[in-house]
């Protein structure tokens, strides 16, 4: 099988000026946005469909990605939310026999413009001590002068609010509506795994739109409050905090994960900050400090919330930290039925290690 765009060159500009020839692979043509990297091996698809990557140039960290094609079902959102993918080796030819297409097939469907044949460990080293930054790949214009004018155009992460651009229209439903557990979803780019581990532990979900008020939230007469995932700067999400702090107010259960740690962080004054380069894979090391087990997680954020902050409130206890960089990985709010983890327990792609936290919401609501 011979890959479409085999003699068709690309190019990656970074917004520092370097630059990366490679060959395209996908949709021949040009796109933008804040790169960064992924050191999972395995999982690609759902990774591509993670709508908290929406506005980011994704580095594929393992040499070989598209080596076992893609399948309809193995996806977190209805489409591919990243901008872009880097690789060393993107594959088109793949060996599953349960596949549905090729990587390359699914990359010019969903419209992805990627790049190919990138020495991706040097990228990853340049990113790692530069820091994250806007990049552009181009397969359909080879001037790099004209590329750092386009790329000068697009707007920083810092300060960007992306949460609602990715979030359902329309509210919908999932699970028994005979349950007595009714969790409401605030959906800031949620990934479908996260809501199937909420129904398969017997909870009745509404997913609501990212600006949904309190009063509508409590129309569906929920015991239980998520506020889910979700790409950009949770700084500037004021409506988000309103919210989080009016269900907070309530006293009911409230479970936050990744831009949803954020958001509770900042209901109770805890400021965020963009981080260097942030964290994406499938292999972070976080500690449980409430029962001193550590845990392998699978992480996706760029922004984090102040550890100085965090440790001099008197209304939040530290639950999780990184092994990593002692970054804070978990919170709980004295007093109230609410906490959150900066990671992902669903863990799709990943190990399940986290996904006790779940539970725990559940028995949360059940005893409340």
Do not use: W
Not at 122 to 147: P, T
Not at 169 to 191: H, M, Q, T, W
Not at 206 to 231: C, D, M, R
Not at 272 to 287: D, E, I, S
């Amino acid at each position: 099988m011979t890959p479409t765009n085999v003699s068709q060159q690309a190019i990656l500009v970074l917004q520092d000026g370097t630059v990366f020839y490679g060959k395209s692979f996908g949709k021949v043509g040009t796109t933008t946005g804040e790169i960064c990297f992924n050191t999972g091996m395995t999982g690609y698809q759902e990774v591509f469909t993670d709508p908290s990557y929406y506005g980011q140039v994704l580095i594929m960290n393992n040499v070989h990605i598209g080596n076992y094609g893609v399948k309809d079902v193995d996806v977190e959102s209805d489409s591919v939310k990243v901008k872009g993918v880097i690789g060393r080796n993107l594959e088109e030819q793949y060996s599953r026999f349960m596949a549905d297409n090729s990587l390359q097939k699914y990359f010019e469907d969903q419209q992805v413009v990627a790049i190919d044949d990138v020495d991706t460990r040097a990228l990853v080293a340049h990113v790692r001590r530069e820091g994250a930054m806007n990049c552009i790949i181009s397969s359909d214009n080879m001037d790099v002068e004209k590329l750092k004018a386009e790329l000068a155009k697009v707007p920083s992460m810092g300060g960007l609010e992306l949460a609602s651009v990715v979030s359902t229209k329309e509210s919908y439903y999932l699970g028994n509506p005979d349950s007595n557990i009714r969790v409401a979803v605030l959906d800031f780019g949620v990934k479908k795994n996260i809501l199937n581990c909420l129904v398969e532990r017997g909870a009745y979900v509404k997913v609501h739109n990212a600006k949904t008020s309190f009063e509508e939230l409590q129309e569906f007469k929920p015991n239980g409050y998520f506020i889910s995932n979700g790409p950009g700067d949770p700084e500037p999400m004021d409506y988000a905090v309103k919210t989080v702090k009016q269900i907070l107010a309530a006293e009911k259960p409230l479970f936050g994960i990744c831009l949803g740690h954020q958001l509770l962080a900042l209901a109770n004054d805890i400021p965020t900050f963009k981080m260097h380069h942030g964290h994406r894979g499938l292999n972070h090391p976080v500690k449980n400090l409430i029962n001193g087990k550590s845990e392998i997680t699978t992480q996706n954020h760029g922004f984090g919330v102040n550890p100085d902050a965090v440790r001099a409130s008197n209304a939040v206890e530290i639950t999780h930290l990184n092994l990593n960089d002692d970054s804070i990985e978990g919170i709980r709010i004295k007093g109230k039925p609410a906490f959150s983890v900066q990671y992902h327990p669903e863990a799709t792609p990943g190990p399940h290690d986290s996904r006790y936290l779940f539970d725990d919401f559940i028995s949360m609501i059940n005893v409340n």
